[in-house]
């Protein structure tokens, strides 16, 4: 297995929203405001080179919005998935398949993309299968008025339509499994929405897991700092608390997908509860 980061491109949110109830006093230490208060934020995709099989871990925004959409979110940088995939030697028709950790528009946007005349959408990645799970389909496709901006059909209906969409079967009883159809365990959680998933990776004697939503930035260890995003606050507590105390017990690597300034995170225990260790690059830790 080979493991390679994936650079999406680079956009901006609203710090306030980012941070729910904490002060910009606080947060604007770690994730500093631009005169809109807009914080910088990456998406940091990850593929996975096991075998015969390519999956890519996310896809970013995509690029088929309106100019009037992407204006909300002031994109910066050259930064996109084809111009990645190509650093490492591949071309985005070599994909088997993408996991998608849940279907907000800045997690799947990039996996599908406008036919070649413009009337209707098709998969981005031909030769890909999707995956999912049920219960978050579910959830995306049927969805509460808080969340319906951030689950857009022209992404998540094509899918389904392609043929190609796959759901991983969750076992009711546990939080964590792991599935050998993806090759790594996923941690569901519900506090940033229903069951989202959180791969963990055993990558050269070491735990990488890709951290979505339930930490986006090393800005949001401690455990006020909860995303205005959020549908559930109250669950997402209890469930960083549990994860950020594993991951500082057994070292895990934090691979953060929404941090533009820092791509790996390690974590120890202090009087304050669970803070930042260290900050890595992934070259620095897997090359």
Same mark, same amino acid.
């Given at each position: 297995?080979?493991?390679?980061?994936?650079?999406?491109? %680079?956009?901006?949110?609203?710090?306030?929203?980012?941070?729910?109830?904490?002060?910009?006093? @606080?947060?604007?230490?770690?994730?500093?405001?631009?005169?809109?208060?807009? #914080?910088?934020?990456?998406?940091?995709?990850?593929? #996975?080179?096991?075998?015969?099989?390519?999956?890519?871990?996310?896809?970013?925004?995509?690029?088929?919005?309106?100019?009037?959409?992407?204006?909300?979110?002031?994109?910066?940088?050259?930064?996109?998935?084809?111009?990645?995939?190509?650093?490492?030697?591949?071309?985005?028709? /070599?994909?088997?398949?993408?996991?998608?950790?849940?279907?907000?528009?800045?997690?799947?946007?990039?996996? #599908?993309? *406008?036919?070649?005349?413009?009337?209707? =959408?098709?998969?981005?990645?031909?030769?890909?299968?999707?995956?999912?799970?049920?219960?978050?389909?579910? *959830?995306?496709?049927?969805? %509460?008025?808080?969340?319906?901006?951030?689950?857009?059909?022209?992404?998540?209906?094509?899918?389904?339509?392609?043929?190609?969409?796959?759901?991983? /079967?969750?076992?009711?009883?546990?939080?964590?499994?792991? =599935?050998?159809?993806?090759?790594?365990?996923?941690?569901?959680?519900?506090?940033?929405?229903?069951?989202?998933?959180?791969?963990?990776?055993?990558?050269?004697?070491?735990?990488?897991?890709?951290?979505?939503?339930?930490?986006?930035?090393?800005?949001? #260890?401690?455990?006020?700092?909860?995303?205005?995003?959020?549908?559930?606050?109250? @669950?997402?507590?209890?469930?960083?608390?549990?994860?950020?105390?594993?991951?500082?017990?057994?070292?895990?690597?934090?691979?953060?997908?929404? /941090?533009?300034?820092?791509?790996?995170?390690?974590?120890?225990?202090?009087?304050?509860?669970?803070?930042?260790?260290?900050?890595?690059?992934? %070259?620095?830790?897997? %090359?």
């Amino acid at each position: 297995m080979t493991l390679y980061p994936i650079e999406a491109g %680079n956009f901006k949110l609203d710090g306030g929203a980012m941070f729910g109830v904490v002060p910009k006093s @606080l947060w604007n230490r770690t994730n500093p405001a631009d005169a809109n208060n807009m #914080i910088d934020i990456a998406a940091r995709c990850l593929l #996975i080179e096991d075998g015969d099989r390519l999956m890519l871990i996310d896809t970013g925004m995509g690029d088929k919005q309106s100019e009037k959409f992407f204006s909300y979110y002031y994109l910066w940088g050259d930064d996109n998935i084809d111009k990645s995939l190509k650093k490492h030697g591949f071309h985005r028709d /070599d994909i088997t398949d993408v996991f998608m950790t849940h279907l907000h528009f800045d997690h799947c946007g990039g996996s #599908i993309q *406008w036919n070649k005349d413009r009337t209707g =959408y098709e998969p981005a990645f031909k030769n890909a299968r999707f995956w999912s799970n049920e219960e978050h389909w579910k *959830w995306a496709t049927e969805p %509460n008025d808080r969340e319906k901006a951030s689950f857009l059909k022209e992404n998540i209906i094509p899918m389904q339509q392609s043929g190609k969409l796959h759901f991983i /079967d969750r076992e009711e009883d546990k939080s964590f499994s792991t =599935y050998k159809e993806l090759g790594f365990g996923v941690l569901f959680v519900d506090g940033h929405t229903d069951k989202q998933m959180i791969p963990h990776i055993d990558y050269k004697g070491k735990k990488l897991v890709f951290m979505a939503d339930l930490l986006p930035t090393a800005g949001h #260890i401690p455990l006020p700092y909860v995303m205005g995003y959020d549908t559930r606050p109250l @669950l997402t507590l209890p469930e960083k608390k549990n994860f950020l105390e594993t991951a500082a017990d057994e070292n895990y690597y934090l691979f953060l997908e929404h /941090d533009a300034h820092n791509e790996i995170i390690t974590l120890k225990h202090t009087e304050k509860g669970v803070r930042l260790d260290k900050t890595h690059t992934f %070259n620095e830790i897997f %090359n």
